[in-house]
């Protein structure tokens, strides 16, 4: 059986604790992680949904270069825009092209990461509404991971409401299928062929049912065993776990956020350790399995991939044991990748960049002359004339207007050093594009 475990948002060395391991894993990652490896000896590797607020970049390219998966959660998370929740439904085409691929412009624009390396997508609170998958759709990736599963009232265990597969959306939405978007599971999506969609399965509390789908929302997923012990937040994944592994093996998804590290019990002013350390002994309780793979959404899909066409429709909806389905060997699939260039700089050489903050323009509307400095961390040995953001994504806008503050802007060294940097950005925009077509290829391929 797989287990998935993601974060969302910024991605940074001090957003629980310090600092980060030499490699450039963030410290509170590495305690979850450290000397745990799957039956093939592979590590356990997580998965970033990266959004452009927040993140050093620095840190991205060493997670990434050490086998994690980086995937988007667009530029904005709509803090500039008001409620994630309506924004994200209702956005135009080119706003959501701008915040959808306009994220991974930025990561491959701020790192060395390889676009068909990027798959996969998570809508901030989940308010993806069909813009958003248009755009996932257009600019070729593989997963969208979004969409909830519904829970009816009663029996966890019962057919209906054992957790599903991930599927492909050639036929849009299933009929357990929950969207957070605007309204509030609105209109089943679209078809989309060929596009993945990694549910979000609720996760139950042991020993009990969510009772109506108010109390099991798939955000609540995303949260799961607040204010509890770490005897009974690891109790609360293994019940999920069983519950899967003793029935159809759907893969279990644990998608968080870093602040629930830091979740503090009910009623202490202090940050808690107790989530992170049940999600630590969790951890450890699958290292003794051996048929149980912590893994990332895109090594699933492969899994799925490799199973066949007709093996991956049967267990797409299984609501048995997979009996009679030949399974590959997770040996020869879940090796870690050892074809990714290394980072360019480790997590704590990185070059500090500054750039007007044009994201506070667009908020106001208004003419800020001498817009705040924002600064960001990448292993670029250049800096462009802006902080990205959706209008402007490669941040090289005019080094005039309103949005550009002199006193922020990030000088080249020597002009040869400009030189270099122009022509690795048109290199890397060249292969960029040839990836795309390798990225279609791999998608269609996917599709049962
Ligand atoms: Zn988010």
């Known amino acids: 059986m797989m287990v998935m475990v993601t974060w969302d948002d910024g991605v940074q060395c001090s957003q629980v604790s310090d600092g980060c391991t030499q490699d450039g894993t963030p410290l509170y990652l590495q305690e979850l992680i450290e000397g745990l490896s799957n039956p093939n000896g592979s590590p356990y590797r997580f998965t970033f949904f990266t959004t452009q607020t927040a993140t050093a970049y620095d840190v991205v390219e060493n997670l990434y270069a050490n086998g994690h998966e980086i995937a988007g959660h667009t530029v904005t998370h709509g803090n500039d825009q008001g409620a994630a929740n309506t924004y994200f439904p209702n956005m135009n085409a080119s706003n959501a092209e701008a915040e959808v691929a306009g994220q ?44 909830g599963t519904i829970f009816h009232a009663g029996e966890p265990n019962s057919t209906e409401n054992l957790p ?28 989309y062929n060929g596009l993945w969609e990694i549910p979000l399965n609720p996760l139950l509390a042991d020993g009990h049912d969510c009772g109506t789908i108010d109390t099991c929302r798939p955000e609540l997923a995303m949260y799961p065993f607040a204010g509890m012990s770490q005897t009974e937040v690891a109790a609360g994944f ?39 350390k049940g999600l630590r002994l969790f951890l450890e309780s699958l290292a003794k399995y051996d048929d149980v793979w912590v893994v990332t959404p895109t090594q699933v899909l492969q899994w799925m991939q490799a199973q066949g066409k007709a093996a991956a429709a049967a267990a797409t909806f299984s609501s048995s044991t997979n009996a009679g389905v030949s399974f590959p060997d ?16 480790a997590a704590n050489a990185y ?15 208004e003419q800020i002359m001498s817009p705040s400095c924002v600064y960001w961390k990448t292993c670029n040995r250049l800096c462009p004339n802006n902080f990205p953001w959706i209008d402007d994504i490669r941040g090289d806008g005019p080094r005039v207007g309103p949005s550009y503050n002199p006193t922020c802007k990030n000088q080249y060294l020597t002009s040869a050093d400009a030189d270099t940097d122009a022509d690795e950005r048109h290199y890397r925009m060249q292969v960029q594009e040839w990836l795309t077509t390798e990225q279609d290829e791999w998608r269609d391929a996917a599709s049962p």
């Open 164 to 191: 599903v597969w991930p599927y492909t959306l050639d036929w849009g939405g299933s009929s357990r299928t929950y969207s957070a978007g605007s309204p509030a599971n609105g209109p089943l999506p679209m078809a």
């Open 351 to 365: 070059r500090p960049c500054q750039g007007g903050q044009r994201h506070l323009l667009l908020k106001t509307g």
């Open 104 to 147: 991974r412009d930025i990561i491959l624009s701020q790192t060395n990461i390889r676009m068909r390396d990027i798959k996969g997508y998570r809508c901030p609170d989940l308010a993806a509404g069909e813009e958003y998958r248009k755009q996932l759709y257009k600019h070729n990736f593989t997963y969208d991971s979004s969409l």
């Open 330 to 345: 997770p040996n020869t699939l879940f090796v870690p990748p050892t074809d990714r260039p290394k980072a360019r700089c």
């Open 238 to 276: 293994q019940w999920n776990f069983q519950r899967a592994y003793t029935t159809n093996r759907a893969p279990l998804g644990i998608f968080l956020h870093t602040a629930w590290l830091k979740d503090a019990p009910a009623g202490s002013t202090t940050p808690g350790d107790q989530t992170r």
